[in-house]
C-alpha cells in the first residue's frame, strides 16, 4: 500500500504548516497531518497519468469487476467506514452506516453502467461510407469534494470517472480526509495502483491539483470555490456542484406530513446538504399556518440525537452571522441534547425563521444549517418569482393535493431536480445536477458517465 500523506506523527516531524482537524461533537482538535504540496500533487498526478493506460484498456466486464470488488470490500469494512465518517462530521451512527451503504451503491451502479453502450449505433450516413461513435476516457481527472458527505461525494464524482476508464486523483476537504484516505488504500488493492489516490489537504492542496497535468476537474463545493476552479481549468472539462438554497413550495391543503417531511429533510445532516430545502414559500392566506405547523415539527428536532453538529468553527460562525444579519423577525427553535462532552461542539438547532425582509441573509444566502424561512405569495405566479429570484438553481420541492398546479409548478420551477411531495430522495439511477450559479454538469444516472468521456466519429469509406 502506498503512502497517502496522511500520517499525523510524520507531519509533526515534516512539516509545520500542518492542517489541524476538530472533532465536530467537542470542537477539541483530533488530528494535525501535513498537507500534499507541489511535489507530492505532481508525483501523484504523474502515477494517474502513468496508470490510466492499463486502466482503459480493461475491457468495461474487467473494470466493472474491479470496480465491485471495491465495492466488496467497502461492505465488508462498513464499520470502520461509517467510524471515519462519523470522526470528521460527527453525524449520527445510523446516518454515516446508510452513506456508507449508499456509497457502495453507486460504485455498483456504475460498474454496471460501465457495461452498457451510450454511443449510437454504427451505419451509413455518408454515401458510400460507414460512420460510428467511439466514447473515449478524458484521462486523468482531479476529483475535489466537500465535508457534508466525505465518502459519498466522493463517489458520486469517482465511480462514473473510473467506470468509463480514467484515473482520479481525489482530494477530500481539509477537515474530512479520514474515509478517503482509507478509501485510497483498498483501491490500490482491488483497482491496482494510481487507478485512485488521494492527495489530503488544505485548499492550496486543491489549487495545486486543479493546476496541475489533469484532463478534466469535478468539483462540489461554494460558489467562490467553482469560480476559482473554472479560472484554473481553462479550456479543460469542468464539472461543478455549487449548492441550492432550495426553495419549497407549499400549497393549501397540502398533505398533512408535508411539515415533519420538510423538516427531517432539513435537518437531516443538520441541514448540510446542497438540496436542502431552505426557503418554504406558500401563498398569503396560507401563511400563519404554514409557520406554525413547520414549527411544531421543526422545534420537535434534537440536535445531538435527531442529527449532528456543524461542521467546523467557521460554518458555525457564518451560520450566526447568517442569522445575526438577517433582523427582527419571529423564530422557532427547538432542542439542542448532545451527550456528556459534547457541549463544547459545534451544534445548533432547528430553526424556522418567518416575517424576514425578502433580502435578509437568511433568504439570499444558503445557511447551510438546520434552518428554514418561511415566506408569503400572493398568488401563484409571485410564489414561482420568489423560488425563482435567487441564482441557485440546484433542487426545489412543491407540496399538494391537486396533480394540476402541482404538476405546474413543478414545471415553472427553475432547477435541475424537483420533487412532488417529497424532497431529498435520491437514488443512482436519477441525474441530478444544477443550474445557474448552482453550476453545471450532471451527478448520478448513466449521464453522469458523459462528464468523464468524449466522442470519436470514425467514418470509413466503402468504395
Known amino acids: 500500500m502506498t503512502d497517502h500523506h496522511f500520517s499525523a506523527d510524520r507531519a509533526v516531524e515534516s512539516s509545520p504548516e500542518l492542517v489541524t482537524a476538530a472533532d465536530p461533537r467537542t470542537g477539541e482538535a483530533r488530528l494535525s497531518y501535513r498537507p500534499a504540496g507541489e511535489q507530492e500533487v505532481a508525483g501523484t498526478v504523474a502515477a494517474a497519468r502513468e496508470a490510466q493506460p492499463r486502466w482503459s484498456a480493461r475491457v468495461p466486464g474487467e473494470r466493472a469487476r474491479a470496480l465491485l470488488g471495491l465495492a466488496e470490500i467497502i ?42 453502450d451510450l454511443a449510437p449505433a454504427g451505419g451509413r450516413r455518408l454515401p458510400g461510407r460507414e460512420s460510428w461513435v467511439r466514447w473515449e476516457p478524458l484521462g486523468v481527472v482531479a476529483a475535489v469534494v466537500p465535508w457534508n458527505y466525505p465518502l459519498l461525494m466522493a463517489m458520486w464524482r469517482l465511480a462514473p470517472a473510473l467506470a468509463a476508464g480514467n484515473t482520479v486523483v481525489l482530494k477530500p476537504a481539509e477537515t474530512t480526509p479520514d474515509s478517503v484516505t482509507l478509501l ?30 489533469v484532463d478534466a476537474v469535478a468539483f462540489t463545493g461554494s460558489v467562490a470555490g467553482g469560480l476559482d476552479v473554472a479560472a484554473a481549468a481553462g479550456l479543460r472539462r469542468v464539472s461543478l456542484e455549487l449548492g441550492g438554497n432550495c426553495p419549497a413550495v407549499v400549497l393549501p391543503g397540502a398533505p398533512a406530513y408535508t411539515y415533519a417531511e420538510l423538516a427531517a429533510a ?56 447568517i442569522l445575526a444579519e438577517s433582523g427582527a423577525g419571529v423564530e422557532h427553535a427547538g432542542p439542542v441534547t448532545a451527550g456528556p462532552g459534547e457541549s463544547g461542539g459545534y451544534w445548533r438547532p432547528a430553526r424556522v425563521l418567518a416575517d424576514l425582509e425578502p433580502g435578509a441573509p437568511a433568504v439570499v444566502e444558503e445557511v447551510f444549517g438546520p434552518v428554514l424561512t418561511v415566506q408569503a405569495a400572493a398568488d401563484l405566479e409571485e410564489a414561482v418569482r420568489l423560488a425563482n429570484g435567487l441564482p441557485q438553481a440546484l433542487a426545489a420541492s412543491v407540496w399538494g393535493a391537486e396533480v394540476g398546479p402541482v404538476l405546474d ?32 454538469g450532471t451527478d448520478l444516472s448513466v449521464l453522469a458517465l458523459a462528464e468523464y468521456q468524449r466522442p470519436k466519429t470514425v467514418t470509413v469509406r466503402l468504395q
Open 75 to 116: 461492505e465488508a469494512r462498513a464499520g470502520d467506514y461509517a467510524a471515519a465518517e462519523r470522526a470528521g462530521t460527527g453525524k449520527p451512527h445510523a446516518d454515516a452506516v446508510a452513506e456508507v451503504a449508499q456509497s457502495a451503491d453507486v460504485l455498483r451502479f456504475y460498474a454496471g453502467a460501465a457495461r452498457a
Open 409 to 440: 409548478l413543478a414545471g415553472a420551477l427553475n432547477a435541475g431536480e424537483v420533487w412532488v411531495n417529497c424532497h431529498l430522495e435520491q437514488t443512482a439511477e436519477l441525474p441530478h445536477g444544477g443550474r445557474g450559479s448552482s453550476g453545471h
Open 266 to 321: 432539513c435537518t437531516y445532516n443538520a441541514g448540510q446538504s446542497c438540496a436542502a430545502p431552505a426557503r418554504v414559500i406558500t401563498l398569503r392566506d396560507n401563511y400563519k399556518e404554514t409557520v406554525e405547523r413547520l414549527a411544531e415539527a421543526m422545534t420537535a428536532r434534537a440536535a445531538g440525537t435527531g442529527f449532528g453538529p456543524l461542521n467546523s468553527a467557521g460554518q458555525a460562525a457564518r451560520h450566526d452571522r
Open 184 to 213: 485510497a488504500g483498498h483501491a490500490e488493492e482491488a483497482l491496482g495502483p494510481g487507478v485512485l489516490t488521494v492527495v489530503p489537504g488544505d485548499r492550496e492542496t486543491g489549487r495545486l491539483l486543479v493546476r496541475a497535468g
